[in-house]
């Protein structure tokens, strides 16, 4: 080998060597942080009627909705549920965050979907995929029995049996079943935090930004397009 052929063939395997190593570092997972969490609050420039609007949004986002009927500002349970509020679930650092799980430094807690389920003598059998120390998660079905695509959330849990929803018959999905045929697909909560400004982002905006890179897209074969809501053609900018 000629000297500088040497020479390449050593920067080369240094240069993968750093590459390779620079990416296990870059895959190694901390896992959550321990110590206050510093999210969750209003942003700081809301004036005083918006903070009372955060403030507002936030108490109904952790109330607990514990009941059926509706009772001392709670909204009512069912008659198909996931959890009793939302900040059961998008918990983690902070309310309107992510799942919490019983190793968290932040929010040590258990999957509370197991509690809700089970609480008042509801006859919910937990689904497999539910378990105290997994992540929250809904559930989506891939196709309805008739073969045609779903995709929707089907609810984990009836009120059916519950002392306070005497007469509710509606069944709870048959998860084992749908499991064993392969049907189910899972989400975990995605945290909230900032997506008020997502809210806010005009839709004309969005349409203003997307038609600025056609150009540029078309040259690359890229599309795309927005998702619009049946009801009021708005942009839907969430889930
Ligand atoms: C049973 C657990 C659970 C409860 C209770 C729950 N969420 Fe969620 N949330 C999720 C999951 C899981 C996702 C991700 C959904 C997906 O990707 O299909 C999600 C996604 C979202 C998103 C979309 C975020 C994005 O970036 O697109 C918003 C907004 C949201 N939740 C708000 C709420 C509000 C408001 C409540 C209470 C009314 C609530 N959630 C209650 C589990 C939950």
Redesign the pocket.
């Known amino acids: 080998m000629k000297p500088w052929n040497v020479l390449a063939a050593t920067l080369c395997i240094g240069l993968v060597a750093l590459l390779s190593t620079g990416t296990l570092q870059a895959q190694h997972d901390l896992g959550p942080r321990a110590g206050t969490p510093v999210v969750g609050g209003p942003y700081p420039t809301l004036n005083t009627a918006e903070q009372a609007i955060f403030a507002n949004g936030l108490d109904q ?1 952790t109330e607990v909705n514990d009941t059926v009927p509706r009772e001392n500002g709670n909204g009512g349970l069912g008659p198909g549920f ?2 009793n ?2 900040a ?3 918990s983690q650092p902070a309310a309107l965050g992510t799942s919490p799980s019983p190793t968290s430094p932040q929010v040590p807690q258990p999957n509370p ?1 197991i509690a809700a389920g089970l609480s008042t003598g509801a006859g919910n059998i937990i689904p497999s995929f539910i378990t105290s120390s997994g992540p ?3 559930a ?1 079905f891939v196709r309805y029995s008739d073969g045609s695509l779903d995709g929707g ?1 089907h609810n984990l849990f009836s009120i059916a049996g519950r002392t306070d929803a005497p007469g509710c018959r509606l069944p709870q999905p048959n998860f084992a079943a749908q499991l064993l045929s392969n049907n189910v697909i899972f ?4 945290p ?1 935090f900032g ?1 008020g400004l997502v809210e806010n982002t005009p839709d004309a905006v969005l349409k203003a930004n997307l038609a600025s890179t056609a150009s540029a897209r078309s040259k690359l074969n890229i599309g795309g397009s927005f998702n619009t809501s049946g009801n009021t053609g708005n942009i839907t ?3």
């Open positions: 986002f996931n959890s509020g939302c059961s679930c998008h979907e929250v998660r809904e989506r959330v989400r975990i909560p995605t909230l997506l900018k969430f889930g």
